[in-house]
């Protein structure tokens, strides 16, 4: 036993002589300073201009393209275009909806659902936050790119507003705002 505490004994020694000087360790970062540390990112969206520079050069490229001309047509009975954000009725018009897809534009049936038209493919967006529809249902306000933003989200760009049933569009403004999440109409 003596020879067993004298090599316990031993090592001990031979081992505080052999160790390197004790480490220093760095006290430990805040949240704050980790963050700035390991979450260097550049979030800064893409301008409108930059974006409406794309469409135009789409149009351009629409008016020279030989299809053109050829009428694409649903075979289903149903579209893939999204999730849905907004479903609306104009007022006594029960048979109507306008319903607004997330990354895939806004759609209208007047025949509860059995067939249904794109009212806003020819726009700067394809993205809907959300929209508004009067009682009448010729006056649409729509507040482009989704609010449930996420990696695969594409910005809007700004409000539009079509004053026949969405058959045109005028853009209103709120260009730089990418997501619209909320559109409110003042009843006046």
Do not use: C
């Not at 930059?50 to 135009?56: G, I």
């Amino acid at each position: 036993m003596s020879a067993v505490l004298a090599a316990v004994a031993l090592t001990g020694v031979l081992g505080l002589q052999s160790q390197e000087p004790p480490i220093k360790l760095r006290p430990p970062e805040t949240k704050v300073q980790e963050r700035e540390r390991l979450h260097k990112v550049d979030v800064t969206a893409m301008p409108m201009r930059v974006r409406l520079a794309a469409f135009a050069q789409r149009q351009k490229m629409q008016e020279k393209s030989p299809f053109q001309k050829i009428m694409w047509r649903s075979v289903g009975s149903e579209f893939h275009s999204g999730r849905v954000v907004d479903i609306e009725s104009p007022k006594d018009q029960p048979e109507t909806l306008l319903v607004g897809f997330a990354t895939g534009g806004l759609w209208r049936t007047k025949t509860d659902g059995s067939t249904w038209e794109s009212l806003f493919d020819r726009e700067s967006s394809f993205g809907i936050g959300d929209f508004s529809v009067s009682d009448d249902g010729q006056t649409i306000w729509l507040g482009a790119g989704e609010n449930n933003n996420q990696r695969t989200s594409y910005s809007g760009t700004g409000v539009f507003k079509s004053e026949d049933g969405g058959e045109t569009w005028e853009h209103k403004g709120l260009s730089e705002t990418h997501h619209v999440g909320r559109v409110i109409v003042h009843p006046k």
